[in-house]
Nanobody
Framework: EVQLVESGGGLVQAGGSLRLSCATS????????IAWFRQAPGREREGVSR????????FYADSVKGRFTISSDNAKSTVYLQMNDLKPEDTALYYC??????????????????????WGQGTQVTVSS
């Protein structure tokens, strides 16, 4: 059974940092692309960042470039999202999602919600001003 479990969310002041974790199981980690999405109340779920585990390729939404960094620990089958210089507009429920990497070949963006097959339950990030 494929599982993705997020952790690390919380309340932080603007300018602060958080590191989110996505612990995965039930599939061959190296064959997957793992992404972070976020959804604020009343808004569409948007892609934040993606990492292709096999070749280490990374992609970011323009809104987080230079502030967020995605990485993976292959020994732990875990993906991280380091978020620095957080802004109130980063407040959202953050989800990790997975899809076989071959299905994202040639796409140099995070991707869209419907392109991902497996999802975690989400972790809340709240940034106060």
């Amino acid at each position: 059974e494929v599982q993705l479990v997020e952790s690390g969310g919380g309340l932080v002041q603007a300018g602060g940092s958080l590191r989110l974790s996505c612990a995965t199981s039930g599939f061959t980690f190296a064959n997957f692309a793992i992404a972070w999405f976020r959804q604020a109340p009343g808004r569409e779920r948007e892609g934040v960042s993606r990492i292709d585990i096999g070749d280490g390729g990374t992609f970011y939404a323009d809104s987080v470039k230079g502030r967020f960094t995605i990485s993976s620990d292959n020994a732990k089958s875990t993906v991280y999202l380091q978020m620095n210089d957080l802004k109130p507009e980063d407040t959202a429920l953050y989800y990790c999602a997975g899809v076989p990497a071959r299905l994202m070949d040639g796409f140099h963006t995070v991707g869209r919600r419907f392109e991902y097959d497996f999802w975690g339950q989400g972790t809340q990030v709240t940034v106060s001003s």
